[in-house]
């Protein structure tokens, strides 16, 4: 009878239900599985991986550093010029001031005041050695154009040089801009026109002695700098002429009467 007891105590049958029994009953310390991603992270995530100018059409300008001291450079060398003053920085701080510009001044005042700021910007001394040293020419003409691509995208963005006929000959005279900056963030005829057309070929042909002729596309934002050529006078020139965007931001109507001022 003992003998049989022990027999059964070492069957493997025994043995494996206590072990079952001692597999039941140890606590559960821990349970391995998949970790759930942070929802704030993947939404942010998932943000920065989303192009920014994909639904709105806006095209996104990284600014350096040397942008960003030009731009705000010219913002406080207008708000100067014109007692204004904007709280914003870098290239919002310019499109305020002048939308401000636009509201407070009449047309003809803000191209003076642009002009006032442009030559306040730059020494006297320097524009004067420009001028001596470069005068009209094709070189010139070229360099001016070759210059602006360069230094000045900060403020129209990307652009290309291109050729054009001029007194029977071709010259790379030509700024092409593919989409102004200025026009776009602006979205305002009347601005391009009294803020940066208007007073900018003013500003070059009496302080470089160099004509340009400005020629804004307003169907796709793009602009054409014309190095030595005249532009128009201001009754035939067809940028005056244009209406302002439905959704301007400076107002929401132009007229063709008010020479380029949004009303």
């Known amino acids: 009878m003992e003998a049989r007891l022990i027999l059964q105590s070492r ?3 025994a043995t494996s239900s206590r072990r079952v029994e001692g597999r039941r ?3 559960v310390r821990s349970v391995l599985a998949r970790p759930t991603e942070n929802f704030v992270t993947e939404r942010l995530r998932l943000k920065m991986l989303k192009p920014v100018d994909t639904e709105a059409g806006i095209s996104v300008h990284n600014d350096n550093w040397f942008d960003l001291l030009a731009i705000n450079y010219l913002s406080e060398t207008l708000q ?3 007692g204004l003053k904007s709280m914003r920085s870098g290239y919002e701080s310019l499109v305020e001031t002048t939308a401000m510009m636009s509201k407070r001044f009449s047309t003809k ?3 003076k005041l642009v002009v006032k700021a442009l030559e306040s910007a730059i020494p006297k001394l320097i524009l004067d050695t420009i ?3 470069l005068p009209q020419s094709q070189f010139t003409r070229e360099y001016f154009a070759a210059f602006t691509t360069v230094f000045f995208a900060w403020l129209i963005g990307p652009s290309e040089v291109r050729e054009s006929e001029f007194e029977g000959r071709r010259e790379k005279n030509v700024v092409y801009v ?3 900056r200025f026009l776009e963030q602006s979205n305002c005829v009347g601005m391009c026109i009294n803020l940066c057309k208007m007073p900018s070929q003013t500003f070059i042909k009496d302080s470089l002695g160099m004509p340009v002729n400005m020629v804004p596309n ?6 054409e700098m014309i190095f030595g050529q005249e532009p128009p006078a201001s009754n035939d020139d067809p940028a005056l002429k244009q209406p302002c965007f439905k959704l301007c931001k400076a107002n929401q109507m ?4 008010s020479s380029g001022q949004c009303l």
């Open 80 to 82: 100067a010029a014109t």
């Open 11 to 13: 069957s493997p049958t």
């Open 25 to 27: 009953c140890r606590p």
């Open 254 to 257: 132009h007229t063709v009467k």
């Open 131 to 133: 001028r001596t040293l």
């Open 109 to 111: 005042t803000q191209q």
């Open 178 to 180: 593919k989409k102004c």
């Open 218 to 223: 307003f169907d796709d934002m793009s602009c």
